[in-house]
């Protein structure tokens, strides 16, 4: 378009366009946001909406939505990683002499949305903040839906292992050389990532930022003042989301400090492996733990679970204190049961204040905010008689007093509207000029109710109708049969079919003094409304210690609940470096099988039994039995009850997981190279306080090679003595039971099974000792597999165990590998019997005739 054929909305449009153009701008052109040019083009793809063209001349490529649908649209905008600028019409048209004014309003991206449509209820929403030097990373995170605040300062590896797992939705780095480097590649993936100036992520700028924020002298109270990187990350995260949003985040009051130490920590791969929060396969959501353990009956509370089972604690005594909190719920059932009564369905106090402080909320969210403050009390008081100290603690902090009640009371009218743009919100009484309009409205509005009374006595006409619209305001309407009595002073304004409509001059002094009281009456109630929740979003702080609090007290609830109801146990917790457990159940698998799910025993003790190799069948249980022992000992550090009789839980610092096999083609993996990527990983950053689950390493290439690795990676384990990480090696290879016999911290365990006949029973015990078969077959027969097939493979293994018998091999290794596909050698078949020593001629004439023949049909 040339620059003469400019529309002046076109001329608007760009100069806004022009200072965000990394977001796609949503420019209301009265009820509709519309997007041009290549904004245009991109929604139309993500939303499937029509792409159309504003001028047939100058083609503009245009793509719109309705404003009363916008919400839906912004979020799907969002799903997709794009930042979206709102930009309203600030004034009515009509009201200037050229374009109307328009002014972006709002700025939401994929981690600061406020909306609960883009929010998942129990999972949190975050935006990171990293950069680099000197070989360490500091970081922060930020959830704007909570106002929860985090930094850390690491060496550099170490990042990705605080980023596993969690919903991080955009991040931010510096523009510079190695900016980008700040965050690591695995935790990024797909993350809308946004380049900003690298001054901003100075530790001068960060520290300013965080100072004038949090309105203090230093950052010691929130233990990061010796943590530059960590500082500036905060920062310059902090100052990006207070332009982003315009201010509004009074809710977030402090930042914490993630100290490594203090947690377990659980990598992308294990997270992943132990169903953890989604299962592998995503048409099967009952197997991922948190569905089996989560009772939460608030938002707050089961995303509070979550990040406890994200990040299990290794702090002993918090650990301890939460199993005190637990317990003395599951000793006390009426207790339990009030507490989970008392915190049903309350409010997400955390969410409606981040929308109270960001402007973004309505009448409805303020009274939904008072009514959960006005159940705090109750909660409290169904925790009495409690001595443990994280309940009373909360039970404390849930009677703290706070205005933001009195303010919603006070000033809200329960009765009114669910948004501001008709009046009505604000209660009578609260503000005497809000008052003084509400009369002069209400009063003309009275007037105006009695006005067709009188005049139809004024005027003798018993049909005679006060009405209103939009276009002519308030009217007289008379029907055509008595237009004969219309009075002298009456003034025609509109001819309908079968009568005719009037005013008075009396009537538009009236009706201008209304609309004039009401339009100043609406905007008096917005300020009121801002005030309320600026006077709100001040006692952020005892809002949200009463929303914490509640959110704890679901969790112990919860976890409590589910303790009684699966015959859950309390852990001991030790310092010291064994992995005990008696009769210990999957959570999952003994929930989806009943009474049917047979518990195992489990001991590991890294000075006598630090790597345990297990044998046997597939779907004997070994899978189920290792994967048990880890989540055992994340629910225990997490500060829940376990599934067993009997566990005591030394502190883990990590747990590793190589189990399964899938290929990342996208990447160009194959399936044995991710297996020995993440085998090598374990072996290089497990400690002796680590938990290392292998299932079937090798799979992935040649029996040999296979075996081979498997047996190389088993001794590596048990020889280091700088690590003696407590393992559990389920294998096929039956080769490496023989590493109990020169190691004596390894020990062998079987699934026991019964054979009958032919057919083999599963029963699901794990029991000491070598297994000395994998019963593959009958494995595929209970499959399904045709008995044809079966059959043939029955014969193949014959030949196949003859083959290796007959061998020399290696110590600790298999003889000859041979082709699974290899049919039986009819020659060998024809010789295997024969005895040299002890043949006749005759029969020996009579063998070279036959293995002639049979060479002849082999040949054909």
């Known amino acids: 378009m040339k620059p003469h054929n400019i529309t002046p909305l076109m001329s608007q449009y760009r100069e806004i366009k022009s200072r965000h153009p990394d977001g796609i701008l949503l420019f209301q052109v009265g009820d509709f946001y519309e997007t041009f040019y290549d904004d245009a083009r991109e929604v139309s793809r993500i939303l499937g909406i029509a792409l159309t063209s504003r001028d047939k001349k100058n083609p503009v490529p245009l793509a719109g939505v309705p404003i009363h649908a916008a919400e839906g649209y912004i979020d799907r905008l969002l799903k997709a990683g794009r930042k979206v600028v709102v930009c309203d019409q600030v004034e009515k048209p009509g009201e200037s002499r050229t374009v109307v004014r328009r002014e972006v309003t709002d700025i939401v991206t994929p981690g600061t949305s406020l909306s609960p449509a883009t929010l998942s209820e129990k999972e949190n929403n975050y935006i990171a903040s990293a950069v680099s030097g000197g070989g360490r990373t500091g970081l922060a995170l930020l959830d704007v839906s909570t106002g929860e605040f985090q930094a850390a300062e690491e060496e550099t590896p170490a990042i990705e292992q605080l980023l596993a797992g969690l919903p991080v939705r955009e991040a931010i780095v510096p523009d510079s050389p190695g900016g980008r480097g700040a965050l690591p590649s695995r935790a990024a993936g797909d993350l809308p990532c946004e ?42 995260l902090l100052a990006h989301v207070l332009r982003l949003r315009g201010g509004g985040l009074d809710h977030v009051t402090g930042i914490r400090l993630i100290v490594p130490d203090d947690t377990l920590f659980l990598d992308h791969e294990t997270l992943r492996n132990l169903e953890i929060f989604e299962p592998l396969r995503g048409d099967a ?84 905010l008072a009514d959960a403050l006005e159940r705090a009390p109750a909660i409290a008081d169904a925790c009495d008689g409690s001595e443990a100290a994280l309940i009373t603690d909360a039970a404390g902090a849930l009677r703290l007093q706070t205005d933001a009640l009195r303010l919603i009371r006070n000033g809200i009218d329960p009765g009114g509207p669910p948004h501001l743009r008709d009046g009505g919100v604000i209660r009578r009484g609260f503000d005497d000029a809000l008052d003084g309009l509400i009369d002069d409205t209400e009063g003309g509005k009275r007037w105006i109710a009695s006005l067709q009374e009188s005049e139809r006595e004024r005027s003798g006409i018993p049909s005679l109708k006060v009405g ?21 002073d009456y003034i025609g304004k509109q001819t309908l079919v079968n009568s005719q409509r009037y005013i008075t001059e009396t009537l538009k002094e009236r009706e201008q003094a ?53 015959d859950f146990c309390r852990p001991s917790i030790t310092e010291s470096n064994d992995l005990v457990i008696s ?25 006598e039994r630090q790597l345990l190799i297990i044998t046997g069948p597939n779907m004997g249980g070994k899978s189920t039995y290792i994967r048990q022992a880890a989540l055992i000992a994340i629910l225990a550090q997490a500060g829940s009850f376990v599934p067993a009789s009997r566990a005591q839980i030394g502190i883990l610092d990590r747990v590793f997981t190589r189990v399964g096999s899938s290929d990342n083609l996208a990447r160009g993996q194959s399936t044995f190279l991710v297996e020995m990527a993440e085998t090598a990983k374990i072996l290089h950053q497990c400690t002796s306080r680590s938990l290392v689950l292998l299932d079937e390493i090798g799979r992935g290439t040649s029996t040999l090679d296979g075996l081979s690795i498997a047996q190389a990676v088993a001794e590596y384990l048990v020889e280091d003595e700088t690590r003696r990480p407590k393992t559990l090696f389920a294998t096929h290879y039956h080769e490496l039971t023989a590493l109990a016999d020169r190691y004596p911290r390894v020990h062998n ?10 057919a083999i029973i599963f029963l699901y015990r794990i029991v000491e000792g070598a297994g000395d078969k994998s019963y593959g077959i009958h494995v595929a027969k209970l499959a399904g597999l045709p008995d044809a097939v079966v059959e043939r493979a029955r014969t193949i293994l014959e030949t196949l165990e003859r083959e290796r018998q007959g061998s020399p091999a290696s110590p600790g290794l298999p003889g000859r590998q041979i082709s699974l596909f290899e049919r039986p050698d009819p020659l060998r078949e024809a010789l295997a019997g024969v005895d040299p020593d002890r043949i006749t001629p005759m029969e020996a004439l009579e063998l070279i005739s036959r293995l002639r023949a049979v060479l002849s049909e082999t040949l054909d």
């Not at 619209?469 to 007289?476: A, E, M, T």
């Open 749 to 758: 365990l079987r699934v026991d099974v019964k054979e009958w006949g032919e």
């Open 514 to 566: 209304i609309l004039s009281a009401d339009a100043r009456r609406i905007e008096l109630e917005r300020e009121i409304f801002e005030r309320i929740c600026a006077g709100i979003a001040a006692e952020s702080t005892p809002v949200l210690a009463i929303a914490r609090s509640a959110a704890l007290l679901d969790v112990f609830s919860s976890l409590a609940e589910c303790a009684v109801e699966r």
């Open 195 to 236: 380049l900003l100036p690298a001054f901003e992520f100075s530790e001068e700028e960060g520290r300013r930022v965080l100072l004038s924020h949090f309105g203090t002298s230093g950052l010691e109270c929130f233990g990061i003042e010796d943590r530059p990187l960590a500082v500036a990350a905060a920062g310059a």
């Open 468 to 488: 209103f619209n939009k276009v002519f305001g308030y009217y007289l309407e008379v029907s055509r049969a008595h237009l004969d009595k219309v009075p002298p």
């Open 583 to 607: 009769a210990g159940r999957h959570p999952v698998v003994e929930d989806l099988a009943g009474s049917a799910f047979i518990p195992n025993d489990l001991v590991l003790r890294p000075d």
């Open 285 to 368: 959501p009952e197997a991922a733990l948190i569905g089996h353990v989560d009772r939460t009956r608030t938002a707050a509370g089961g995303r509070l679970l979550r990040s406890w089972l994200l990040r299990p604690s290794r702090v002993v005594r918090l650990i301890e204190e939460r199993l005190d909190a637990i317990e003395s719920l599951t000793t006390q059932p009426a207790r339990l049961k009030r507490l989970c009564e008392a915190v049903r369905g309350l409010p997400d106090i955390e969410r409606i204040l981040s929308r109270i402080t960001a402007g973004k909320a309505g009448p409805r969210e303020l009274l939904s």
